[in-house]
């Protein structure tokens, strides 16, 4: 079985600051590592995945996220933080590239202030 | 935008009665998932579709049932309604069944379900 673990449930930032949103999984067998965003009264956008390679993985918007297998983690940064980034983020694993029958952590609430 | 699409937006219902939400795939995509997201938290998977047949299913009781059309299309059915399964549900398409493929899957916007 997996599970997903959001380490914080809300992030108050600065505009212009950079942001870590913390993410630890458990699994049994190999995952695959999702982030994804979800503005109010919307749906759910991948920002970016880990599949495999490079554990440094870019994404839309700016951010980019680390694959630390032996931590077990897949935190989610972005150096300089707009006001439209406030939303929701969950991260989430798969055991399949695709990203079906994902495994969502309880979600991380970005509050971007001036 | 994907092109996923979900119908009803908003739905209310009483507790006990019986309500179909809708999906449309992105084009090409032959694989559906549906998903529960309880005010507050992540998604919850229910099921899968592939090629009309489920092939994947969350910790959901079987009153929550689905449907998938020979267009790929779905619907998900809930019996009995519980004031529990107030919620948004989301769909997801995607290409390749459980084993997936390196296509990512794209979610809809959601049906917003009130149960009273």
């Known amino acids: 079985a997996q599970s997903v673990t959001q380490l914080d449930s809300q992030v108050p930032v600065f505009e212009e600051a950079p942001v870590e949103l913390r993410c630890n999984y458990s699994s049994s067998v190999s995952v695959y590592l999702f982030w994804y965003v979800q503005y109010p009264n919307q749906g759910l956008q991948l920002l970016l995945k880990y599949l495999s390679g490079s554990t440094l993985v870019k994404g839309i918007n700016g951010f980019e996220a680390e694959f630390n297998k032996s931590q077990t983690s897949f935190h989610l940064r972005k150096p300089s933080v707009h006001i439209s980034d406030t939303a929701e983020y969950f991260c989430a694993v798969s055991t399949n590239q695709a990203g079906t029958a994902l495994i969502f952590g309880k979600g991380t609430t970005l509050s971007v202030s001036s | 935008e994907t092109g996923v699409t979900q119908s ?109």
Request: net charge neutral; with cysteine; charged share 15%.
């Open chain 2, 8 to 116: 009803p937006t908003h739905l209310i219902k009483t507790r006990g009665q019986q309500v179909t939400l809708r999906c449309s795939s992105q084009s090409g995509h032959n694989t559906v998932s549906w998903y529960q997201q309880a005010l507050g938290q992540g998604p919850q998977f229910i099921f899968q579709y592939y090629r009309e047949e489920e092939n994947g299913r969350g910790n959901f009781p079987p009153r929550f049932s689905g449907l998938q059309f020979p267009n790929y299309s779905s619907e998900l059915n809930v019996n009995a309604l519980e004031l529990d399964d107030s919620a948004l549900y989301l769909c997801a398409s995607s290409s390749g069944g459980l084993a997936g493929g390196r296509e990512t899957q794209y979610f809809g916007p959601g049906t917003r379900l009130l149960v009273l």
